[in-house]
């Protein structure tokens, strides 16, 4: 489990196909590797991987086919930047939300409007996740946790304060870049506790504005 507080920005400094899936090693930059262990959990760019290999300023991962196609690792290539954090430790502190470090699709960032000191973003995601992001809610972009501020459709706009930008790889975007999000894991649990016995006889959620008013969780006007 992360936070989504990026600890470190490294670099992909290989990617080996292995059978299908990619062995990539990634370069650590200002990561503490001191307290890592084969086994352990690096969210790369918001992707959970498991470190297979390491030293002092680097691991070695494997990204399987299932977290191929579900994040943007299919675009990645040698040299690009990726946000990093180890895995949270019961005894520090909880700064972001909780994040799994499991994507649930690719957004395109669509603007990037400068504001005082501060960078506003929009980002579209897939319209599969529209319903999951909120005003005001948590969501994760390439491992970082970040306030949405505004909704239309599905797509979102994120303020971006000095030191974000500082210290994570969102400084590099532009227009069509691709990004990992992941949202809250709140809103995806209480969507299939809503369809009660229901989420034992379908795979797919049938949750209407009809079936949150039948029980109650809308308010007539």
């Excluded at 370069?27 to 297979?52: E, H």
Aim: hydrophobic share 40%; aromatic share 6%; charged share 25%.
């Amino acid at each position: 489990m992360f936070t989504g507080i990026i600890e470190a920005v490294g670099t992909i400094a290989a990617m080996q196909q292995t059978g299908g899936d990619v062995r990539l090693k990634v370069s650590t930059g200002k990561l503490d590797m001191s307290d890592v262990a084969l086994g352990d959990s690096i969210a790369t760019n918001g992707v959970c991987l498991t470190v297979v290999e390491f030293g002092g300023d680097y691991y070695a991962a494997d990204v399987s086919v299932e977290t191929l196609k579900r994040s943007g690792f299919t675009d990645y290539k040698t040299g690009d930047q990726v946000n990093l954090e180890k895995a949270m430790q019961p005894n520090s502190r909880f700064g972001g939300h909780i994040v799994s470090g499991h994507v649930d699709g690719v957004g395109e960032l669509q603007s990037i409007t400068e504001t005082a000191r501060a960078v506003e973003i929009w980002i579209k995601a897939p319209d599969k996740l529209a319903k999951y992001i909120a005003e005001k809610g948590s969501i994760t972009v390439d491992g970082v946790s970040l306030t949405t501020n505004e909704v239309k459709g599905a797509s979102f706009k994120l303020t971006l304060v000095p030191h974000t930008l500082q210290e994570t790889n969102i400084s590099t975007y532009k227009v069509g870049t691709k990004v990992n999000l992941e949202v809250d894991v709140v809103a995806r649990y209480l969507e299939r506790l809503l369809l009660g016995d229901k989420a034992a006889k379908s795979d797919e959620s049938d949750i209407s504005m009809a079936f949150l008013a039948e029980h109650g969780y809308l308010k007539g006007r």
